[in-house]
């Protein structure tokens, strides 16, 4: 058994949580409930990212002081995250205080690397970050995530030195010390470190005043990604307490546009401070709706609650987790979903279910141990994150169990009377749909669990009063 942390991105409390969203909570989620059936001891965190000038903007154009408006959609985030049925363990808003102090520790920590220097440049508010004038040149002035023209800024900002942890940083992702997925993004990564410049890490408190003070001097605060990743080990107690149960994350979950602060800044903050880096860094693409990126400005955006609402927790869990591409951009429509509900869920496992029990009802076949011994390919899978992969393998099991069944014609045995190979054959159907369903379990928590009621019972097995998936 070992110790596994694993860690979500946590999400700007400057608006609803939106489809996109539950790809870091379920991948992770995933792969927490994969790492717990194989016996690890598991800590899962989420959290919100209150501070900077997107929450701050927003709240002031709601109307609302930033303190209320920060809480009220930090709050929707908890209900999203309970709603997808998430097994988190922990969780932090960064305007807790004792994570705001404990970030002042961290800078303390971090000095022989910080410098103060005056910045002259274009930034995209949207992204809270400076851009390079080569991209600014090569996304004509707009930014093409936010499609708003770059601000120019000059600033008094405190920097962090890249140039010390270079070096060190570009070693540990070459040797695989801290892994990359997929591979495309860690040569991605090692393109970018080499052009990085040192890492603003404060802003002008009178631009600004809504972040974590930077300790010894009253005109700046915190650069909103300085006090955001140093949650995942402030959450742990650092520095208070020693974290070294469960420092480094075996996994941090993070979309592809938020890989450079994970993979550059990230490491360089833990290197000043004396720590391992993370062994894994998961970056999935995003979920696109009908084929473009979801916006508020273009009015595309698909509300998760809503998904939920048309065929339930499950559907949702099953569409993203196989249809949404670990590591690809992929597409959410309503017709994808609907087929993918009818089709797959209610066709592949729903009418398998309900047939297989119906038929040991008839033949008075009895339930089975559910037992958990996972196929190699499914185990590699999952261990390379390779999420989608993996639940397609499960897909394939799962489909062989039905066509199974009209191989071996359970009912033609049952006719011709023979009682003994009835039973023999039933029993390896049932077995294998057990076999199988843990190996969903991960996926599709709340049906492996109906599944192993229905099946894993020392009764006589008997189909479910309501199919597990209705059509629609
Ligand atoms: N607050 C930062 C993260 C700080 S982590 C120390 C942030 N927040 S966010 O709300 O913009 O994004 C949160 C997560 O959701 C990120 O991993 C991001 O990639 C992911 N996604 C946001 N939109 C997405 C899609 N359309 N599709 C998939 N994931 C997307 O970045």
Redesign the pocket.
């Known amino acids: 058994m070992s110790k596994v942390y694993i860690c979500?991105?946590?999400?700007?409390v400057?608006g609803n949580p939106?489809?996109?969203?539950?790809?870091?909570y379920l991948l992770a989620d995933t792969y927490a409930r994969f790492c717990r059936k194989n016996g690890d001891e598991v800590r899962f965190e989420v959290g919100t990212?209150e501070h900077g000038n997107k929450v701050f903007s927003t709240a002031a154009k709601n109307g609302l002081p930033v303190e209320e408006y920060a809480s009220q959609n930090s709050q929707k985030f908890q209900d999203f995250i309970q709603k997808l049925n998430i097994s988190f363990t922990d969780t932090i808003r960064t305007t807790d205080p004792d994570h705001m102090r404990r970030c002042q520790e961290i800078w303390q920590r971090l000095e022989a690397h910080i410098y103060a220097a005056d910045y002259d440049g274009w930034y995209c508010e949207g992204c809270e970050r400076f851009v390079t004038q080569k991209e600014y040149d090569e996304t004509g002035g707009v930014c093409p995530d936010h499609q708003k023209p770059y601000e120019r800024l000059t600033e008094k900002n405190y920097y962090l030195r890249i140039a010390d942890f270079r070096d060190e940083i570009k070693r540990q992702i070459e040797a695989n010390e801290m892994q990359i997925l997929p591979e495309f993004r860690k040569q991605e990564v090692l393109r970018l470190l080499e052009d990085t410049p040192d890492i603003s890490i404060s802003r002008p408190k009178k631009q600004l005043s809504w972040g974590v003070p930077v300790p010894g001097d009253d005109s700046q605060v915190m650069y909103?990604?300085m006090d955001?990743?140093s949650?995942?080990i402030t959450i742990l107690g650092y520095p208070d307490q020693d974290i070294s149960a469960w420092w480094p994350a075996t996994a941090q979950?993070?979309?592809?546009?938020?890989l450079r602060?994970?993979t550059i800044t990230?490491p360089a903050i833990l290197l000043g401070l004396g720590l391992p880096l993370p062994k894994t860094i998961v970056s999935?693409?995003?979920?696109?709706a009908d084929g473009q990126?979801?916006s508020k400005s273009v009015g595309n955006v698909v509300d998760p609650l809503e998904v939920v609402e048309r065929h339930g927790l499950e559907a949702f869990r099953y569409y993203f987790s196989r249809h949404i591409d670990t590591f690809a951009?992929s597409d959410f429509t309503w017709q994808k979903f609907d087929d993918a509900y009818n089709n797959e869920l209610a066709n592949d496992l729903g009418n398998l279910v309900q047939r297989l029990a119906a038929l040991c009802r008839k033949n008075q076949i009895t339930g089975h141990e559910v037992r958990v011994e996972f196929a190699p390919v499914y185990c590699d899978l999952m261990q390379k994150f390779e999420f989608s992969k993996a639940f397609n393998y499960v897909w394939g099991e799962v489909q062989g169990i039905n066509k199974l069944i009209d191989q071996t014609k359970p009912w033609e045995l049952a006719k011709l009377g023979n009682q003994a190979k009835t039973e023999a054959v039933m029993g390896e159907l049932v077995d294998k749909l057990l076999h199988v369903t843990t190996m969903l379990e991960p996926f599709l928590p709340d049906t492996a669990t109906k599944i192993y009621e229905i099946f894993s019972t020392t009764e006589i097995i008997a189909p479910p009063t309501t199919p597990l998936f209705p059509k629609a």
């Open positions: 979500t991105a946590i999400p700007y400057n939106h489809i996109g969203h539950a790809m870091d990212d909103v990604w955001a990743l949650n995942y979950f993070v979309g592809k546009d938020i602060f994970h990230w999935h693409g995003h979920v696109l990126k979801m951009d």
